[in-house]
């Protein structure tokens, strides 16, 4: 079956760096876009970023724009979210999801199939 497994979370102070990475297995992952999304306590889930299936496209929510970069390594079958100048509102469970190859816009949650469990990333003031 499909899994995504998240992984390199965990707790940081404000200004600091975190890598994020989801496996992918049971998939062809050439196939998919992937993306991240994130949930706060009390929050909806939200768009972080995405890349498409190539890697040659990639965007990000307004709010991490020019702090966090998406990746991928096809041979790896892994995505990566590297996060940089990390906020206390950054806080949240971080999720990767794959989504099939479309036209569509990467924002909508719903447009996407497969769900990692996610990875706790807390950052102190």
């Known amino acids: 079956q499909v899994q995504l497994v998240e992984s390199g979370g965990g707790l940081v102070q404000a200004g600091g760096s975190l890598r994020l990475s989801c496996a992918a297995s049971?998939?062809?992952?050439?196939?998919?876009?992937m993306g991240w999304f994130r949930q706060a306590p009390g929050k909806e889930r939200e768009f972080v970023a995405a890349?498409?299936?190539?890697?040659?496209?990639?965007y990000q929510a307004d709010s991490v724009k020019g702090r966090f970069t998406i990746s991928r390594d096809n041979a790896k079958n892994t995505v990566y979210l590297q996060m940089n100048s990390l906020k206390p509102e950054d806080a949240a469970v971080y999720y990767c999801?794959?989504?099939?190859?479309?036209?569509?816009?990467?924002?909508?949650?719903?447009?996407?199939?497969?769900w990692g469990q996610g990875t706790q990333v807390t950052v102190s003031s």
């Open positions: 999801a794959a989504r099939l190859r479309d036209g569509k816009t990467p924002n909508t949650p719903s447009d996407y199939v497969y």
């Open positions: 049971g998939l062809t992952f050439s196939l998919y876009h």
């Open positions: 890349i498409d299936w190539s890697g040659d496209r990639a």
